[in-house]
């Protein structure tokens, strides 16, 4: 039996499962998915789901841009610097950025901001900020669901510039599409969920 923290999300989970009676398919019990990962996997090791995020951070996809003259990386400035400017100021972790492929080392001052305000979570918070911090390839995108300064629209938009400019450029892909698809899914799944977590 999985309990969780809210009547709404817990009602939300119940309909997914009543819906399934006959045959349950794992791809449309979104809800009880994260629920369970946070109540089976997360409750019980969160230092390793917290070890997991932190990777994210150091290699965050905000921090990666494309020479700021070329149209697309006058594109992520304008999507990028205000998400970062936010974690910034209210997280408390100044990114730093780079133009080239590869790794820029974070401070150990940025990353510890980060850490703090994931370690501030519970369990029924960090499940969808792994699924979300996963789908978008940003730990800072996915704190932004969490605490509600973007939402699941945003998100997308922002998450998947460089394949949405690409297909602007050179026509539609089905392969790339498929996969942008299946990430916004995830991202949507995050922000119900944090949301049926903190309704009143």
Not at 46 to 66: F, G, P, Q, V
Not at 101 to 117: F, G, N, T
């Amino acid at each position: 039996m999985i309990q969780v923290p809210s009547k709404y999300l817990a009602t939300a989970i119940a309909d997914e499962l009543k819906s399934q009676l006959d045959k349950i398919q794992k791809e449309t019990i979104t809800f009880f998915k994260l629920a369970s990962i946070a109540t089976d996997q997360i409750a019980s090791n969160r230092e390793s789901a917290i070890y997991h995020l932190m990777k994210y951070a150091e290699t965050d996809l905000l921090c990666y841009w494309r020479d700021p003259t070329t149209e697309l990386g006058k594109i992520q400035s304008a999507a990028w610097s205000p998400l970062l400017k936010w974690a910034e100021e209210v997280l408390g972790a100044r990114m730093k950025i780079t133009c080239h492929v590869s790794p820029v080392q974070q401070s150990r001052k940025a990353l510890d901001a980060i850490k703090q305000a994931v370690e501030g979570l519970g369990p029924h918070e960090l499940a969808p900020l792994v699924l979300s911090t996963q789908a978008s390839g940003s730990i800072i995108i996915g704190l932004a669901i969490i605490f509600d300064v973007i939402n699941v629209g945003h998100a997308i938009e922002i998450s998947q510039l460089d394949e949405i400019y690409q297909e602007e450029k050179w026509g539609f892909d089905d392969e790339i599409s498929a996969r942008r698809n299946s990430l916004s899914e995830d991202l949507y799944v995050a922000e119900n969920y944090i949301k049926l977590l903190k309704a009143n």
